[in-house]
């Protein structure tokens, strides 16, 4: 079973930036597409980003130019640096595997960021 283990959450003031990371326990994580995940209240969890195994990035189309995701495959970790973030970026966010396979059932507890207006 894989355990995916998300952090860098937190409070942050309109306009202002956040860098998650998630670390993936698994052996094999080089291969695998990664991406991040966002759940906002009353809303279902959406994908916010992907990366592949070679590097290549999808975006969903509004958080294009905002959001970066990029990986180090040596530390099993993806991150999503976020600027100019907005209160409608407020959400718990989770990474998990992307791409063709899908996401793993297992998911990790996320983490919370808060966008104040």
């Known amino acids: 079973q894989v355990h995916l283990v998300e952090s860098g959450g937190g409070l942050v003031q309109a306009g202002g930036s956040l860098r998650l990371s998630c670390v993936a326990s698994?052996?094999?994580?080089?291969?695998?597409?990664m991406g991040w995940y966002r759940q906002a209240p009353g809303k279902q969890r959406e994908l916010v980003a992907t990366i592949d195994n070679t590097g290549g990035t999808t975006y969903a189309d509004s958080l294009k130019g905002r959001f970066t995701i990029s990986r180090d495959n040596a530390k099993n970790t993806v991150y999503l640096q976020m600027n100019s973030l907005k209160p409608e970026d407020t959400a718990v966010y989770y990474c998990?595997?992307?791409?063709?396979?899908?996401?793993?059932?297992?998911w990790g507890q996320g983490t919370q960021v808060t966008v104040s207006s």
């Open positions: 698994t052996a094999i994580f080089s291969i695998y597409s």
């Open positions: 998990n595997r992307a791409g063709s396979l899908g996401a793993w059932n297992y």
